[in-house]
């Protein structure tokens, strides 16, 4: 992010607007001048029509440069509002006094021969004096209409701005509780089959350093191959499959084939949060359990479900904070675009998860 260029970009194009309105006003002028020449038969364009072209235009323009370059950013943007408006029409009135004095001394230059008026049609307001006050008030309207305009889009430019590094911010600290949480639920599982088996504790803290270095090394990126996080998978269910007893606990896994992930990108860890939970909170030494992990992938959605036992003296367990975690994390990087269902009954707890495989690749990077 280059915050220059998200305050500045819109002033650029703001200015490049004006230009473009104050050539259309020349150009407009300059045709009408010559129209009127040529009907008269006068020369079209002179250096005497040019200067006369100059000096009413300047009025008008001394009036934009001063509201739009130090009223505007300097009072009206500074919540000044009756300062700026007490200001503003003090400047109207200087500009438009200038113009009155500009034209009763043209109009004693080029005085004619006295004419008779009739005193009850006589206008109170010469047209010309008129239509400057008019030009006036439509300048500085709408130089404040574009001036807002404007504004309003720079700051929504810096609130998204904003929101996005609080969201980039926040994925990173919910990233860092994830991977504690995740440690020490593995090396409580170590810390439990040291006592009954030394040799299958040595292996699962090899197997736990190959998971450590895949978290270390790729859970920092913003996504990752689908590929890759199912090779993740599979290591961590390995390594419960060596804790459990299969006559104790059944382990059913279901993932995609590489053929099926190809090209797929997630966030990293997505998923661990619901398995582990399925382990934590759905496997008991003294019944039965299950856990059932099945992936799908196809149509452009990434479908994962975690089904897992439930027994009565765990019920009323705490799931903690892995899953707080994920789904605050799914609603800062997917927003309203992902579905959780989870569903709970006194036998079984599931969890499915549905997120779009052709936006995954996006998420961080917005």
Request: aromatic fraction near 10%; glycine fraction near 4%; proline fraction near 7%.
């Amino acid at each position: 992010m280059n915050p220059p260029k998200t305050i500045h970009s819109p002033r650029r194009l703001e200015n490049l607007i004006y230009l473009a309105l104050w050539l259309l006003v020349v150009a407009l002028w300059i045709i009408d001048v010559m129209r009127v020449h040529n009907s008269l038969g006068l020369p079209l364009f002179s250096a005497s029509t040019a200067w006369q072209m100059f000096s009413r235009l300047l009025p008008f323009v001394a009036l934009f440069a001063v509201n739009n370059w130090v009223l505007i950013p300097r009072v009206l943007f500074r919540n000044r509002y009756l300062r700026y408006f007490l200001m503003a029409a003090l400047l109207v009135v200087v500009v438009w006094s200038l113009q009155c004095l500009t034209f009763i001394d043209s109009e004693a230059l080029h005085k004619g021969p006295p004419t008779r008026h009739n005193p009850m049609m006589r206008p109170l307001l010469p047209l010309p004096l008129f239509l400057d006050f008019i030009y006036n008030l439509l300048i500085l309207g709408a130089n404040l209409a574009i001036a807002l305009l404007f504004q309003n889009f720079a700051q929504r430019l810096d609130r998204e701005s904003l929101m996005k590094e609080n969201a980039e911010s926040q994925l990173a600290y919910l990233k860092a509780q994830i991977n504690p949480h995740f440690y020490m639920n593995m090396l409580n599982n170590i810390h439990g089959l040291i006592e009954i088996d030394t040799t299958r504790a040595q292996e699962m803290v090899l197997d736990m350093s190959h998971l450590m270095r895949y978290m270390l090394y790729e859970s920092s990126r913003p996504v990752i191959a689908l590929s890759a996080e199912i090779d993740f998978l599979r290591d961590y269910l390995r390594l419960m499959r060596q804790r459990y007893p299969d006559e104790k606990v059944r382990i059913d896994v279901n993932l995609p084939a590489p053929d099926k992930t190809a090209g797929v990108t997630i966030p990293p860890l997505l998923c661990l949060v619901f398995v582990e939970n399925a382990f934590k909170h759905g496997v008991s030494y003294r019944a039965m359990s299950a856990v059932e992990v099945t992936m799908t992938v196809g149509n452009g959605m990434l479908e994962f479900r975690c089904v897992n036992t439930v027994h009565p003296a765990d019920s009323a367990a705490s799931p903690g904070i892995g899953l707080q975690n994920v789904e605050r994390r799914l609603k800062l990087i997917y927003g309203n675009r992902y579905i959780l269902n989870i569903d709970s009954t006194p036998s079984l707890y599931s969890v499915t998860l549905r997120i779009p495989t052709d936006e995954t690749s996006s998420p961080d990077n917005r």
